[in-house]
């Protein structure tokens, strides 16, 4: 197989090749993976790679020699190739025998430029690629707090993605309604009304625990039934970082684990909408400029071309109803010149009327003549 050129990929292009990479397995240890952060020197690395091919001919097995030197030799071709210039996320090569019968070969490499920023640099040798550091970019960076509370009972939790991770369970201890016989109506009322004033800073307390210190946290969603949660909330006992992070309430009728669930499932246009008011910052962004300042946009198929070969482009929109090849061609172009890449929905109408616009956009570094 010829070797493959480096380019950007985004977040679903490097799930579906974590996924491919996953699946090898080598005949014996002969799959080489490089990771090359963007600072590093090319020319130590090479010179590491081509080391390793000295190591490799003391292997025993002729063959297995033969599919580590080769696979060495194409990952040490492909590095050169950048010369001085590693795209500014680093490099990620991959190269060997993927055949899973003994003694067929099937030589392959993959190389590319990862959507964020390699932190270290890495050479294995194995009968598996190395793709630790690629998985973890695939880890959900936003995240979302839960608490479902009643009277009752408090659960809270985590939205990672579409996974919901439960943090933390507690009993309220909180009185019945039914009062012991001989008590005061008036006492027994200050004792519940203490007892949830107890149960409500100790919600509040386990929330900064959990969230406070969390760097990824974009809200935070209240289910409960009324008037358990509203009571919580105008208790005032959440810090005002905490506070200000609360997105939405539902009305929920559990506190446990399912509740966490049904939270989750009635927050969805809460969810969505937090997605779309970025999208439509964008798009009312790209519009503005559009109207009064025309000469920094390109929009069209051949416009947005042309600044991207004069490396004009800082931000490249792309409409998610575009063809798949198009996207990839563009998303190439704009990792050549390190242009920022936004994709946009039709689930807007500013995201409707862009893809109306052809669907191919740009804000530009500098004016074109």
């Known amino acids: 197989m010829a070797e493959k050129t480096s380019f950007l990929v985004d977040r679903e292009q490097l799930a579906e090749l974590v996924e491919e990479l996953s699946s090898i397995r080598g005949r014996h240890t002969e799959l080489v993976s490089v990771l090359v952060p963007a600072g590093a020197n090319i020319n130590v690395v090479a010179d590491q790679l081509e ?6 001919r003391n292997i025993k097995s002729r ?38 019968v003994e003694g067929q070969e099937d030589m392959r490499i993959w190389c590319i430029e990862p959507p964020e920023e390699l932190a270290m640099r890495l050479y294995r040798c194995d009968q598996v690629f190395i793709i630790d550091a690629l998985k973890e970019m695939l ?36 009185p019945g309604k039914v009062r012991a016989g001989g008590q005061s109506a008036a006492r027994y009322a200050r004792i519940t009304e203490g007892a949830a004033k107890d149960f409500y800073r100790k919600c509040a307390d386990a929330m900064k625990k959990h969230f406070f210190d969390l760097k990824n946290l974009k809200g935070i969603l209240i289910g409960g039934p009324m008037p358990t949660k509203d009571d919580f909330v105008k208790e005032g006992l959440l810090v005002t970082a905490l506070r200000d992070k609360i997105i939405g309430m539902k009305d929920i009728g559990y506190a446990d684990e399912h509740g966490l669930e049904l939270l989750v499932e009635e927050s969805q246009d809460l969810l969505k909408e937090q997605e779309i008011t970025k999208e439509r910052q964008l798009m009312e962004n790209y519009f503005n400029m559009l109207g009064k300042e025309r000469d920094k946009i390109a929009y069209g198929s051949d416009p947005v071309l042309h600044a991207l070969s004069l ?10 109803k575009l063809d798949k090849g198009t996207i990839r061609e563009f998303e190439k172009l704009a990792a050549e010149t390190s242009a920022k890449v936004e994709h946009v929905s039709v689930e807007t109408g ?20």
């Open 51 to 56: 080391s390793e091919k000295s190591t490799a």
């Open 139 to 174: 880890e959900v960076k936003e995240v979302y707090g839960l608490l479902v509370i009643e009277r009752k009972e408090a659960t809270i939790g985590l939205l990672e993605g579409k996974k919901i991770k439960v943090l933390q369970h507690f009993e309220s201890g909180v």
């Open 350 to 369: 500013e995201g409707l009327q862009f893809f109306n616009l052809s669907g191919i956009g740009a804000i530009l570094r500098f004016r074109i003549n």
């Open 311 to 320: 490396g004009s482009v800082d931000t490249l929109f792309l409409s998610k």
């Open 63 to 100: 063959t297995t020699q033969k599919n580590v030197i080769d696979a060495l030799e194409r990952a040490t071709r492909q590095l050169k190739s950048f010369g001085q210039n590693l795209p500014k996320n680093g490099v990620a090569i991959f190269s060997g025998n993927v055949s899973p």
